[in-house]
């Protein structure tokens, strides 16, 4: 049982280029999450999805962009990087039912850098 | 919306000792989730600790416990018999109930805690 796995785990990216962030669960959560990390400022959340097909924008959203084709997927588009998308990513899901007072399983983190 | 505060970007503490790690939130819902987790140096989430905030009972977890003041809206984690393991950056985070479904989870600042051999 792999849990959520993120990849890449380090990548740096020049400036104005693409890349996508990955991110799969195996484990049959409805709802997934991406959230950015930045020094001295916690996680901040960029994207969210209840389900596949359905996505909807965090508190940080501009420059991201994302889809949920499956349930078990849900990755993160970077277009035109800038510098101040330089951070650290993380991916997450939760149940969408059931024990609702339990936390996220959150993947290990995605390092991306923008020069 | 809902905003978390953690007004200590650092602690400290002398291993085996007693540490608390403060934590206030503003919300105007009845029904809400809080959680602590630790960020090790390896990045990982882990949860330390949950606390609906329908029940007045302290969560406790091991070596683990909160100190809940609803109308004060406080969460503060006690770590007891601190080890070094416990070094790390914790977070405290809120999450609305709601009937059915999830809501997104909602991360203060975080405290970077040391714990001194």
């Known amino acids: 049982n792999a849990g959520v796995t993120q990849t890449p785990k380090f990548r740096i990216l020049k400036i104005g280029q693409s890349m996508t962030l990955q991110c799969a669960q195996d484990m049959n959560h409805n709802y997934m999450y991406w959230y950015r990390q930045d020094p001295g400022m916690g996680l901040k959340l960029i994207y969210y999805?209840?389900?596949?097909?359905?996505?909807d924008k965090g508190e940080v959203p501009n420059g991201y962009n994302v889809s949920r084709s499956t349930t078990e997927d849900f990755p993160l588009r970077l277009e035109l990087a800038a510098p101040s998308q330089t951070s650290v990513y993380f991916c997450?899901?939760?149940?969408?039912?059931?024990?609702?007072?339990?936390?996220?399983?959150f993947g290990s983190g995605t390092r991306l850098t923008v020069v | 919306a809902q905003t978390v505060t953690q007004s200590q970007p650092e602690m400290s503490v002398q291993e085996a000792e007693t540490v608390t790690l403060s934590c206030t939130y503003d919300t105007s819902e009845s029904d809400y989730y809080l959680f602590w987790y630790k960020q090790p140096p390896s990045r990982q989430m882990i949860l330390v600790i949950r606390q609906e905030a329908y029940k007045q009972q302290n969560a406790t977890e091991n070596r683990f416990s909160v100190n809940f003041q609803k109308a004060a809206k406080s969460f503060s984690l006690k770590i007891s018999d601190s080890q070094l393991g416990d070094a790390a950056m914790y977070f405290c985070?809120?999450?609305?109930?709601?009937?059915?479904?999830?809501?997104?989870?909602?991360f203060g600042k975080g405290t970077r805690l040391s714990v001194i051999a």
């Open positions: 999805s209840v389900g596949a097909g359905i996505t």
């Open positions: 985070a809120y999450r609305i109930a709601i009937y059915s479904g999830n809501t997104p989870l909602v």
């Open positions: 997450a899901s939760s149940y969408s039912s059931g024990p609702a007072n339990y936390g996220y399983t």
